[in-house]
């Protein structure tokens, strides 16, 4: 198990704009958002149907496995908070 924790941060971005883990293992995603971030506390990874919300500054989390190599976008539900999830082979 990969674990990888990402915050959204009441400036307005994530405390990581890129994070990489490797194809076919699973990851933990550990979710957090400061209470003053608004909408970055609803999260996304199309990609891979991942979809969390932190309304009080509590963790969430989800497992996937990144079955794709390649680079894919992780943001908030309109897409104002963004980053990189890189899937390396
Ligand atoms: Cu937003």
């Keep these: 198990m990969q674990e990888v924790y990402l915050k959204a941060l009441g400036t307005g971005v994530y405390d990581k ?3 990489t883990v490797k194809r076919g293992i699973p990851v933990r995603l550990h979710f957090s958002a400061e209470q003053n971030s608004g909408c ?30 390649g680079v894919f976008e992780y943001s908030c539900s309109m897409r104002m908070f963004v980053g990189k999830l890189e899937v390396v082979a």
């Design 17 to 19: 704009q890129k994070i």
């Design 40 to 69: 970055g506390k609803f999260f996304m990874i199309p990609k891979y149907g991942v979809q969390l919300v932190s309304r009080n500054g509590e963790e969430q989390t989800a497992v996937f496995t990144p079955n794709e190599a």
